[in-house]
């Protein structure tokens, strides 16, 4: 079973800044299109943001030039930088990883992400 472990999630005024992080095992992170996708309440989950091995990236338009991902290979790490957060980014942020060799996502357990007006 592929472990990714969430962290980073909290409690941040709107304007404000979080820093989410995932840890992948680091043969996975070596081939794996990683992303992450946040769940507000009562609703489905929704794409985030991706970024593929060799760095290309990709963002939703809700959160196009707030949001940063990024692979952090030396600690085995996906990071989303989250900047100007607005209370509709409120949610459980998840970290998921794409093998393209079994043709499986993988998914990590959440972390609770809440923006206050």
């Known amino acids: 079973q592929v472990l990714l472990v969430e962290s980073g999630g909290g409690f941040v005024q709107a304007g404000g800044s979080l820093r989410l992080s995932c840890v992948v095992p680091?043969?996975?992170?070596?081939?794996?299109?990683m992303a992450w996708y946040s769940q507000a309440p009562g609703k489905q989950r929704e794409f985030v943001a991706s970024i593929m091995v060799h760095g290309t990236t990709k963002y939703s338009d809700s959160v196009k030039g707030r949001f940063t991902i990024s692979r952090v290979s030396a600690k085995n790490e996906v990071w989303l930088q989250m900047d100007g957060l607005k209370p509709e980014d409120t949610g459980v942020y998840y970290c998921s990883a794409f093998n393209p060799i079994k043709n499986e996502n993988y998914w990590g357990q959440g972390t609770q992400v809440t923006v206050s007006p």
């Open positions: 680091e043969i996975l992170l070596r081939f794996a299109t």
